[in-house]
């Protein structure tokens, strides 16, 4: 037995639950998720340097291996905090000019329940196919938030529901993206 299948062994014995940190890892081994004790749920993602968002790539356990299939996360929102005079601009634009998915995110006056007052612009709201043939899915921000070259330092994947289980287990979530400097998208 690997140190990893024991120690997940162990610690669903013992039940515990691994932090948030564990989506972020590069780690697709059953049970070596973060779990959520109920069906949504959030992640901040703050990095060394502000970057222009381009996708995010959400992995699950492969379905045919697992009979867990119900845990994996299905409605997700991809918010950015927005933070600078000239995000602010961006922001107040996009807000007034936004049309079609965008603009409904937009005037629902959702924020991410850990906004703490600051403003959020939702970058993404889309659905992961636990079906689907590959477990890697990488999805593109609207089109108008990436021509708008806003960047961020802090963006939050919100959970907003399951495949019907009573837990939620999200194993792998990559944020994409160009540094200020322009290089080519890249997990950031």
């Known amino acids: 037995m690997s140190f990893h299948a024991y120690d997940s062994w162990v ?5 515990r639950t691994r932090s948030a940190y564990a989506a972020l ?8 998720c973060w779990r959520l004790p109920d069906r949504h749920g959030q992640i901040a993602v703050a990095f060394w340097d502000v970057v222009c968002v381009t996708h995010v790539m959400v992995d699950h356990f492969q379905a045919g291996l697992t009979n867990a299939t119900e845990n994996a996360p299905c409605k997700l929102l991809l ?34 329940a850990l906004s703490r007052g600051m403003s959020f612009i939702p970058l993404l709201s889309f659905d992961y196919d636990v079906h689907a043939t590959n477990h890697t899915q990488l999805f593109p921000i609207h089109d108008s ?3 708008a070259n806003m960047d961020f330092g ?21 944020i994409y993206g160009e540094h200020r400097s322009g290089l ?3 997990p950031v």
């Not at 610690?11 to 039940?15: A, M």
């Not at 890892?25 to 070596?32: K, R």
């Not at 918010?79 to 961006?90: A, L, Q, R, T």
């Open 25 to 32: 890892e590069d780690d697709l081994h059953e049970g070596a």
């Open 154 to 174: 802090i963006v939050v994947l919100e959970i907003l529901g399951n495949w019907g289980g009573e837990l939620t287990c999200l194993y792998q979530v990559g």
């Open 79 to 112: 918010w950015g905090m927005v933070d600078g005079e000239d995000n602010s601009v961006k922001y107040h634009f996009l807000r007034n000019s936004a049309t079609g998915s965008l603009h409904e995110l937009l005037t629902a006056h959702m924020v991410p």
């Open 184 to 186: 080519q998208p890249r």
């Open 11 to 15: 610690n669903r014995l013992l039940g």
């Open 145 to 147: 938030v990436m021509a």
